[in-house]
Structure formats: structure tokens, C-alpha cells
């Protein structure tokens, strides 16, 4: 049962007072040029039964699955649901971001297809579009068809995390395209790209393996890190010294923190809030310093794993959530072994004395 993540049209502006709908046609040819702003962000989960794994347009294959309220609007199982029209919106930054028209066919109702109830969002480039900022209309397509895509968990950082520099620490949402960070390996390296990816409250909801994992201060040993820290669930840490050699036969290696979890010092946040995660990417994958604990920057060839230990993500999903990585980056490999195994375990009950220590 795919799940459609939409944007109600109560809550989203035109320019020109114009509507998402397109009355006798679908195409979405009348939004091009106008600007779009999303007014809130109460995304609406929408679940559907589909005989495909492709959200398309005029596929009545696609229906509700059970009675769901919508825009303020309850509809009957089984109706019909489709992607009106494919639009693209640039932000004034520059990124863009792939919607989709949600229609929902009501019953009777005179040119049905030409309805939309709300925009539909797809894929991981950029996170959800941002609230409350204008997004001109580049481009419009009829009859759109999309594979349904789970949100990819990014490998990065929350706002607020103090990054090491040769000046000094800055936080992760300060950083800019051209600054240097104190690597590990290869000391000052430049960033090649930056960016941040928004998850709203219902992508958190229906995906809690999306939320923040709360890495308590000392955690990892002492002063590491130097303050609670939140990072994304397949964030990988560096693990050091005796425990990486005990357990390992490697003296580093990293770990996908949410693999860490104990429920004492390492643990998922219950949040019920907005989280925006930020990505760092250099010419190779390295570790770098955030509120002073070891771990990793973006790896976009092998940067997303699931949540349990069947493999990674296709290489070529990943690299289409980071289309502006340069292809030679896109192809770099681990700096450390990364684990992926049950003698995680074992290094996870390691570290939940802690608790103890740091009370």
C-alpha cells in the first residue's frame, strides 16, 4: 500500500489569484510563470491501493484505500486518484523541486480530471519545498507518471551542530560552497556543496525512522561529543580505540548511529516537529568533527542504508536524491570500513553504561 504525501489547496497561494485546478484541461500549462507559495505545512499522508508501483495520470487502477479526509474533505473508499500534471518549481536559491497535481475524481462531478485537490510531493531532492517562500513555475507536463518513492533517510547533520574549521567551530547551517573543514584524514578541505533536506511532521509520523537520534553528551566517551547532539538516523560516527579492535579487528570504523541506540544515552527523539537536516560534501568522503564526536560528510555513491541490515539503497536512487553531486564525488568510496552486522550489538551494550557514568 504506497503512500502519497499531498499538500491541501486551502493551504498553497497562486500568484494572479490563479487556482491549481485547470478547469477543462489538465495539463497545468495555466500555472507556468505564476508563483506558488505554500502556505503551511500540514502535509496530508494519503494511502492507496494501486495495481502498479507507478503514480500516474488517468490510471483508474489508482484508488483510495478505506475513507480519508483530505483538504478538509472526507472522501469514500475506492474513488479514483491521479497526478493531474507534473510541475517544477524553483526557489529563488535555485533549487528546484518536482509536484505533482493531486485530483481525486469525484463522482458525477463535470470535468473531474480537471480538479486538483492539492499538490503531491515525490523523491528527496531538496526535502519538502519550503514554507512561505514564492516558487515560480518552470515548467508543466500532462500526464505524469512516478514510481512511488519512500523518503530516502539523509546522512547528515541538524541545525545548530557546531562543525570544526581552521577558524573555529560554525554552525552547520553557516557553512558555505568554498569554506574549509577540518578533516581527518586530509586536514582542511573545501566544501563542494551544501545543502538541507525539511521533513514536515506527517513524513515523521507515518516514517519514525526518519526522526533525529539524540546523541547525549559523552556518549561516545568522554566529551564526545561535548553536547547532546541530533543527527540523521543513518548518520554514520566514527568508533575509536580498543572497542573498534576488540569487537572488529579495525582500529576506526563507522557505525550508523541509529544501529547505537540504548535507550539511555543514545536514543530516538519522540519530536513531533519540522526537522531540517543538512548535507556536507567534499571532493572525497571524510570524517569531520560536529560538537567535537568524529563522523562522516555526505558519500552520495553509498550514503543511504535501510533501517534494517538487507542492504543499501540502489546506488542510482541515492545519486538521483543529489543530482548536483559531480560525478567523479558520486563515485568515491568509504574512508573507513562501515559495519553492518550483529556484533553492532555488542558495541551498542558497550556504550549504555555511560548512562551511569555521565548521572
Not at 575509536?240 to 539511555?264: M, R, S, T, Y
Request: aromatic share 8%.
Amino acid at each position: 500500500m504506497p503512500t502519497v504525501y499531498a499538500l491541501g489547496a486551502t493551504n498553497i497561494s497562486v500568484s494572479d489569484s490563479e487556482s491549481l485546478s485547470g478547469g477543462d484541461q489538465g495539463s497545468g500549462v495555466h500555472l507556468q510563470d505564476k508563483f506558488i507559495t505554500l502556505d503551511s505545512n500540514a502535509w496530508e499522508a494519503v494511502d492507496i491501493n494501486d495495481t502498479d508501483n507507478n503514480f500516474a495520470d488517468s490510471d483508474t487502477n489508482q484508488t483510495l484505500d478505506g475513507q480519508q479526509s483530505f483538504n478538509n474533505t472526507t472522501y469514500d473508499n475506492g474513488l479514483v486518484v491521479e497526478a493531474e500534471y507534473q510541475l517544477t518549481l524553483r526557489a529563488p536559491d535555485g533549487t528546484e523541486y518536482t509536484v505533482y497535481g493531486f485530483n481525486v475524481r469525484e463522482p458525477g462531478a463535470p470535468n473531474s480530471y480537471g480538479t486538483v485537490e492539492g499538490l503531491a510531493f515525490f523523491g528527496s531532492q531538496g526535502g519538502f519545498p519550503p514554507i512561505g517562500v514564492p516558487l515560480e513555475v518552470v515548467g508543466t507536463m500532462e500526464g505524469p507518471s512516478t514510481g512511488y518513492q519512500t523518503l530516502a533517510t539523509p546522512i547528515c547533520f541538524t541545525k545548530g551542530g557546531m562543525i570544526a574549521t581552521p577558524t573555529g567551530e560554525v554552525a552547520v547551517e553557516d557553512l558555505k560552497v568554498g569554506d574549509l573543514v577540518e578533516t581527518l584524514d586530509h586536514g582542511p578541505q573545501v566544501i563542494r556543496w551544501v545543502g538541507s533536506s525539511r521533513y514536515p511532521r506527517v513524513a515523521l509520523d507515518r516514517n519514525p525512522n526518519f526522526r533525529p537520534v539524540w546523541v547525549k553528551a559523552g556518549a561516545l566517551g568522554p566529551n564526545v561529543p561535548s553536547c547532546d547532539t541530533l543527527l540523521s538516523p543513518q548518520h554514520r560516527v566514527l568508533i575509536c580505540g580498543w572497542q573498534a579492535e576488540l569487537l572488529f579487528g579495525e582500529v576506526e570504523v563507522l557505525v550508523p548511529i541509529h544501529k547505537l541506540i540504548n535507550d539511555q544515552m543514545i536514543l530516538r527523539i519522540p519530536d513531533d516537529e519540522d526537522v531540517e537536516y543538512f548535507h556536507v560534501l567534499f571532493d572525497h568522503h571524510e570524517v569531520i568533527w560536529c560538537n567535537g564526536m568524529p563522523s562522516e560528510s555526505l558519500l552520495p555513491a553509498a550514503q543511504y542504508e535501510l533501517a534494517s541490515d538487507e542492504g543499501k539503497v540502489a546506488a542510482d536512487e541515492a545519486l538521483a536524491i543529489l543530482p548536483f553531486a559531480p560525478c567523479d564525488v558520486a563515485k568515491s568510496s568509504s574512508v573507513r570500513s562501515c559495519l553492518n552486522n550483529k556484533e553492532v550489538a555488542v558495541l551498542r551494550d558497550m556504550l549504555a553504561p555511560r548512562a551511569k557514568d555521565a548521572a
